[in-house]
């Protein structure tokens, strides 16, 4: 049965009014949304995995990352002050820390640092451990394993670096500070 003139201005009338009542609703659902989100649900400034005897932690772009790997009761645990997701082969421990399987089961370590200035704390650990530091001013500290660090980022004088033991390459700008234990440059 087909709607009169007044039926369908009436309706009309409804049908402006409920969304102009939606909308500030929505709004203030999503801005309460907004405030109620916790940090810990905020995007992990990385990811790490494990996956055939190969730790990788890879940083997110625009996220400043504060990395250290530890062993802990012969396990490796991955640290990044900006929050990291455990990837395949890690398990959760914090918002901040990951556990990526037994040392013994780990014949590479490789850390992608992404592109801010960044920091990778590695020291004492005896694995083969490949760094990517990516641009800006970034300080890496790797262990007693044979490393490879790239601070080449096209910026003289930026980065610093630390090898500790083993037999250590380390690709640079010039300017760049690289300590004595580091034996190869280019």
């Known amino acids: 049965m087909p709607l009169d003139g007044s039926e369908k201005r009436s ?39 494990h996956i055939f005897g190969n730790a990788i ?21 991955l640290t990044d002050t900006s929050g990291i997701a455990a990837g395949p082969g890690c398990l959760p421990v914090s918002a901040t820390t990951v556990e990526c399987g037994s040392l013994a089961n780990t014949v590479r370590l490789s850390i992608g640092l992404g ?26 500290r790797t262990g007693s394993a044979n490393d490879t660090i790239g601070v080449r980022d096209g910026v003289a004088g930026n980065d610093t670096v630390s090898c ?23």
């Open 11 to 49: 309706m009309k009338t409804v049908s402006s009014t409920l969304k102009r009542a939606a909308v500030p609703a929505l709004a203030a659902g999503l801005l309460v949304t907004s405030f109620a989100t916790p940090a810990a649900a905020q995007t992990p400034g990385s990811t790490a995995f």
């Open 57 to 77: 932690l890879s940083a997110r772009a625009g996220a400043v990352n504060d990395v250290t790997a530890t062993v802990v009761n012969g396990r490796l645990r």
């Open 115 to 140: 592109d801010l200035s960044d920091r990778f704390r590695g020291q004492g650990l005896a694995v083969r451990t490949v760094v990517d530091a990516g641009a800006g001013s970034d300080i890496v």
């Open 164 to 186: 500790d033991g083993g037999s250590d390459i380390v690709q640079r700008d010039v300017g760049d500070i690289i300590a004595a234990d580091c034996e190869s440059r280019f």
